[in-house]
């Protein structure tokens, strides 16, 4: 046995957690060391273990192929036919497997994970100690769902774990129920992902009704197998449904309202669930199931275009934002697209390389604006902050790291995986990938807008919020405070590996000559299937001229710094932001619009809320009304009816039957005379009556 | 067929009608603790025989098994004959279970004519056992109606303000749907025999019989447009049970009026006999008539899943809102089973059982707080989580059960029904996955403005949370809940004999009906292609 044959205690250790938090320490009204230590070691297990059982693996298998870990077997639905007139077993196990796109998911999930577990130590301090042991049940709940999730083998145990963290991103975002609109945003996200997860399921049947399984290693191998376009117009299918998975998942546009809202929840859970680890599944999804969207470029075009437009879309929302968590929440939205954009245009290990840097400075950045709020008081509101650099140096300087690693300028983690999107992007353009160049180049330069945008609106929150003068009164000022160790110490590693990650994992070894530097791709090329099915993924590439790639970095490290410069002019040299705030009197339209986030929300609260609302009501009146009316109304009918059938039985029948007795009645009256017993009269009848017959019997003869 | 252990049966069926025997002659009215004692036992000791079948039903055996075959009225080939598969055994469970849990709720719930109430309760029991048990079409038939009498009574007395008419609706609904299934019984059985030379029906010549097993023979003899007839017959007896689309409205105002019990049983099991007369009789028994209904059972099934979940979300009463909720989900189930294929009909069953555990569960929440607040108006409650902690968490996993999430039964009993939906039909999938995506609406909608929020209404503020007897009758279904729901294994195993069988019989239809699914000439080298396709993936 080897930790990697028993890589399903990875999520269970935190299971575990989740389960003796929540059932013993909460229900005992345990105190909080005792969650503490709960916590911290079903998270701290999943760490070492999942990081034991990937090197052990590493070093000891083939990390070309997925090592497949069956638990048990799960659901078996018997034989079914399938949509190419065949029948096949529906046999669904539960099993984990390693590979290099699970490593790599599961070494960063573990780490981020524990460390705002740790962050949250601090962070939650004031809760009471009932609230305290629920809240590390529903994290350590989370970290087993996000690992099914990046470890589960086949389509339906990565669905497990994706509604799994569905959940506990619903019972996260609503921790504080008493507070209606809290709850309500935790009721947006889940129903939200629903509507994605309507794309998800119908993927899943499409998938085992072309293919007869469910697998992710025999799909990846039948998929492999296939000559010419038979399987093209299915790959698009279960592409574009999976991707609506996604879009639900991850925030893009149509489904991203909830996120923004989910900044309701704690803070540490904002920066775990909703910007490092369980947004990003939907990168993960599609990157892993990269076999269909390889055979399909009108999925590959509708990723790349959703991405491509959610980045710049809510990178503009960000610009006139206040609430600092806002900012960071369509920052995120943003972040998710160029990981689309990355995948649509076939460059999945570039989105799955963003997904993990963006993980730690994303993260920095959440935890930052948390220890900033902890020490405001709860303030959430940027213009109620600045000068706080020198109350807390420490959170001050990780979080100017992670912004500039964010910000894309060099050699921070943000630069590397943004830069290698964006050449990437340029690259599909360039070579006219799918006969769509046009498209791609498009889309590029609206990922080059949103890059400057991007680097605009973090410096405008780092100036806003650390630089110039406290706004936020007196009194709160006195309580500004550099956070506790708990806090400061996940901050200070996710901003080291802001700047290291970058390079160690995915150094842009292209721009040197040296493309085997670049480990990530190197390590998961084998997991992407070619394009159109023939042979591996070309891991580097050289479609593009190297000077051409020089020259692209440079563009996209101007474009940021032109933010950078911006955002210094208008709200850092200038404490009252007379710049900003006269463009927001120039255009005010402009500036409505994106402070209210295009009327997004409103829109669909007239439509398809108010309408689905609407359409239920209206069946309930017609159940009312016309279904159990009929049913009614045969009932007043019955009952009518045998109401005047009662009457004519009473006035009618009875009336006949009445009558024959009355007429019986008075005609006895009289023939009661004959018989007064007489026997001479009864004779004298007898012979009149004997006559009568003769001559009756005589007559007519 | 199996006669080892077949006192079991009879025990299980009639141990309820000898304690209620037991409380009519030897309780004294007024002596409510014994009487409540006596009933819980009776309905334990019930469930304890039960659970034996569980272990002793062979999978591999014969069909029926634990089979008792006597004499009952000879002349016409009537019989007392008993006997399960693993299909009867698993609803026989569910009812022993919510059997005693309908009991054990009922302590405080009920205060006057205990003694009748209980004594109705535990003869349901046998009605619904007798149901599951019977193999002889005129037991079945006598222990259906059996079941309506004392369900009429417990709603029309135990029930709520509007509670006759209730009473009457549900009695009335069912009998014309009892009678006409009657009829169909009595079509089948002379074409079995002699026929009926008076309406021109002939018959097979076959010695007269009741008996089941022993019909299915004769099934595929039945010609189609006979089938149809007798299909109807019993479609509308089922449909009503089920409740199907247009025929269910007589359950929302059964459910509101009925007692928490009467609701948990009602739901739980009662709704269970029409998609357990599908199963048993109408598609092995009129395969080609089948074959024909399912384009339309499967539209009906369609629009009992989203117009259910409309209709449901726009609900003020917490309980009228559960009653909707059943039937969409009884339209899972009956598309699954129509899907006609092995993974439609287990899902169907296993949702069969879910819906038993998660609705009766649901049954019961409603009534725990109705007994505190003597109020089902969502608009009365808000923020109750704050007061009543472990029953929000409690109402919580349960909700989330309802509404198909994995690792709790209803995703796996819905993702097996829509998986065979989809391979049916694939849009039937496409349409019916919507009711998910709206289930997950009215539930959440429901569960937030009941619990969430802040606790504003004074009323609400003393509440008491669960008490330990309280707890023990939702556990349970909690327990089961997350059994199903990650090791639904044992459960499939024991229906996979009966789906085999059923789908055999299908496939007797007669060719010009055939099943999409059927393999027919000219797919046999697709067949071929992907056998090929699969050997080369394996290696």
């Known amino acids: ?701 | 067929m199996e006669t080892q252990y077949a006192y079991l049966l009879n025990l299980i069926c009639f141990v309820p009608l000898v304690g209620a025997l037991f409380i009519v002659f030897f309780l004294d009215k007024e002596n409510s603790r014994a009487i409540k004692m006596t009933a819980t036992v009776v309905a334990g000791l019930d469930f304890v025989l039960s659970l034996p079948l569980w272990f002793l039903y062979k999978t591999d055996g014969a069909e029926f098994q634990f089979v008792t075959k006597l004499d009952w009225i000879p002349s016409v080939g009537v019989q007392y004959f008993f006997g399960v598969d693993g299909f009867s055994v698993l609803l026989i469970l569910l009812t022993t279970l919510l059997g005693l849990i309908a009991v054990y709720s009922s302590f405080t719930a009920i205060a006057h004519r205990e003694k009748e109430y209980y004594v109705f309760l535990l003869l349901l029991q046998v009605g619904m056992l007798g149901v599951f048990c019977s193999l002889d079409f005129i037991l079945f038939y006598v222990f259906w109606e059996v079941m309506l009498v004392p369900m009429y009574f417990l709603i029309g007395v135990w029930g709520g303000p509007r509670k006759l008419y209730a009473a009457i609706k549900f009695f009335l609904f069912t009998l014309v749907g009892s009678v006409l299934m009657l009829i169909g019984i009595l079509a089948l059985y002379f074409y079995n025999s002699d026929g009926m030379a008076a309406i021109g029906l002939p018959g097979l010549g076959n010695a007269p019989t009741f008996s089941i097993p022993s019909l299915y023979e004769i099934a595929p003899q039945v010609p189609p447009e006979l089938q149809f007839w007798i299909f109807l017959a019993f479609f509308v007896g089922f449909a009503i049970k089920v409740p199907m689309f247009p025929f269910h409205t007589w359950l929302p105002d059964a459910h509101v009026e009925a007692p928490t019990a009467g609701s948990v049983i009602l739901a739980g099991v009662l709704l269970k006999m029409g998609t357990y007369g599908f199963i048993r009789l109408s598609l092995p028994l009129l395969p080609d008539a089948t074959i024909k209904a399912v384009g339309w059972i499967g539209w009906l099934s369609i629009v009992a899943i989203i117009y259910g979940a409309l209709v449901a979300m726009a609900q003020k009463d917490m309980k009228k809102l559960v009653a909707y909720s059943s039937v969409s989900h009884m339209g899972f189930i009956t598309l699954g089973m129509f899907a006609l294929n092995e993974a439609g009909l287990r899902g169907s069953i296993l949702q069969m059982l879910n819906h038993g555990i998660s609705t009766g569960a649901l049954f019961l929440l409603v009534g725990l707080i109705y007994e505190r607040r003597h109020n089902r108006m969502i608009s009365e409650y808000g923020g109750i989580a704050k007061v009543m902690p472990i029953y929000a968490m409690f109402f919580l996993v349960i909700t989330l059960s309802s509404i198909g999430l994995p690792t709790l039964n209803g995703f796996i009993g819905e993702f097996l029904i829509l998986i065979g939906a989809f391979a049916h039909k694939w849009w039937w999938a496409l349409f019916a996955t919507s009711g998910i995506v709206l289930g997950a609406g009215y539930m959440l909608w429901m569960y937030q403005r009941v619990f969430f929020g802040e606790l504003s209404n004074e009323k609400n503020k003393g509440l008491k949370d669960l008490n330990l007897r309280e707890q023990w009758t939702i556990i349970p279904l909690i327990i089961l809940a997350f059994w199903i729901g990650l090791y639904p294994k044992p459960f499939l195993d024991r229906m996979a004999p009966t789906v085999d069988r059923v789908m055999e019989r299908v496939a007797t239809a007669r060719p010009e009906a055939a099943l999409p699914m059927v393999v027919h000439v000219s797919a046999v080298d697709q067949h071929e292609e992907h056998d090929e396709a699969a050997t080369e993936h394996g290696e």
């Not at chain 1, 298998?61 to 079914?80: N, Q, R």
């Not at chain 1, 705002?116 to 305290?132: F, N, P, Q, R, T």
């Not at chain 1, 009194?475 to 990650?501: C, D, K, N």
């Open chain 1, 1 to 701: 046995m080897s930790f990697y044959d028993l890589i399903w205690l990875v999520p269970l250790f935190p299971l575990a957690g989740a389960l003796i938090n929540g059932l013993v320490t909460h229900q005992l009204g345990l105190k909080k060391s005792v969650a503490n230590i709960v916590a911290l070691i079903g998270s701290g297990l999943a760490l070492i273990w999942g990081w034991a059982a990937v090197l052990q693996w590493y070093f000891t298998e083939d990390h070309t192929v997925s090592y497949v870990v069956k638990v048990f077997s799960w659901i078996s639905g018997g034989d079914l036919p399938l949509l190419s007139g065949g029948t096949a077993p529906l046999e669904v196990a539960a099993s984990y497997q390693v590979d290099p796109t699970s490593a790599v998911m599961v070494c960063f999930v573990t780490l981020v994970g524990f460390l705002i577990h740790l962050y949250s130590v601090g962070y939650m301090h004031s809760e009471s100690d009932k609230a305290y042991s629920r809240y590390f049940s529903y994290l350590n709940l989370f970290m087993f769902a996000m690992l099914t999730l990046v470890l589960g083998s086949n389509l339906l145990v990565l669905f497990v774990g994706w509604e799994g963290v569905g959940l506990c991103s619903y019972l996260l975002i609503g921790f504080y129920y008493e507070k209606e609109w809290c709850a309500s945003a935790g009721m947006k996200a889940f129903i939200v992902n629903r509507i994605g997860d309507f794309g998800f399921l119908l993927a899943i049947f499409f998938t085992f009704g072309w293919f007869g399984t469910l697998e992710f290693s025999e799909l990846f191998a039948v998929l492999s197998q296939h000559h010419g376009d038979a399987l093209v117009g299915a790959a698009t299918i279960i592409g574009v449904l999976l991707f609506i998975g996604a879009i639900g998942k991850s925030a893009q546009i149509p489904l991203f309202v909830w996120l923004p809202d989910a900044m309701a929840g704690p803070t540490p859970v904002s920066a775990l669930i909703h910007a490092a680890t369980m947004v990003t599944a939907g990168v993960y999804m599609v990157a892993r199931c990269n076999f269909f969207y390889q055979l399909s470029p009108n999925a590959m075009l509708v990723v790349a275009v959703i991405g491509g437009v959610t980045a710049i879309f809510a990178a503009t929302i960000g610009l006139t934002q206040n609430d600092i968590k806002k900012v960071l929440a369509y920052s995120t939205v943003s972040q998710l697209g160029y990981m689309f954009l990355a995948a649509g245009v076939g460059a999945y290990i570039a989105a799955i390389f963003h997904v993990v840097t963006h993980a730690f400075f994303k993260a920095c950045l959440f935890l930052g604006s948390g220890s900033v709020i902890h020490a405001c008081g709860g303030e959430q509101d940027m213009r109620k902050m600045g000068g706080l650099k020198k109350y807390m140096p420490k959170t001050y300087w990780t979080f100017l790291i992670a912004t500039i690693a964010i910000a894309g300028i060099p050699p921070l983690a943000g630069f590397v995986s943004k830069d290698a999107i964006l050449a990437k992007a340029f690259e599909a353009g360039y070579t006219d990938l799918n006969g769509f160049g046009g498209a791609y180049y498009g889309l590029w330069i609206l990922g080059l807008c949103g890059a400057a945008l991007t680097a605009f609106y973090m410096f405008r929150l780092v100036f806003m919020t650390f630089d110039g003068a406290f706004r936020g009164g007196e009194e709160a000022e006195h309580h500004l405070h550099e956070s506790p160790w708990t806090m400061t110490l996940p901050l200070q590693v996710l901003a080291f590996g802001s700047v290291i990650g970058g390079l160690l994992i995915g150094f842009p070894g292209i721009l040197f000559h040296k493309e085997n530097w670049n480990f990530i791709e190197g390590f998961m090329g084998p997991m992407i299937l070619g394009a159109h099915g023939h042979g591996a993924a070309h891991a580097g590439g050289h479609a593009v001229s190297f000077g051409l790639e020089w020259a692209l970095v440079g563009l996209s490290v101007t474009v940021a710094a032109a933010g950078i410069l911006v955002a210094y002019r208008w709200y850092k040299t200038d404490p009252e932001f007379s710049i900003p705030n006269a463009m927001a009197e120039r255009f005010p339209f402009a500036y409505k619009l994106l402070l209210n986030k295009y009327w997004v929300d409103e829109l669909y609260d007239a439509t398809i809320i108010r309408g689905t609302i609407g359409l239920a009501r209206f069946c309930w009146e017609f159940d009312a009304r016309v279904v159990d009316g009929v049913v009614n109304g045969t009932r007043h009918v019955t009952v009518g009816t045998s109401f005047l059938s009662g009457i004519f039985d009473l006035k009618v029948i009875d009336g006949i039957v009445n009558l024959i007795g009355t007429i019986n009645q008075t005609a006895s009256r009289y023939f009661r005379r004959l018989q007064v017993g007489f026997t001479q009269g009864y004779a004298m009848v007898m012979v009149f009556g004997a006559a009568l017959l003769l001559a009756v019997f005589f007559i007519s003869f």
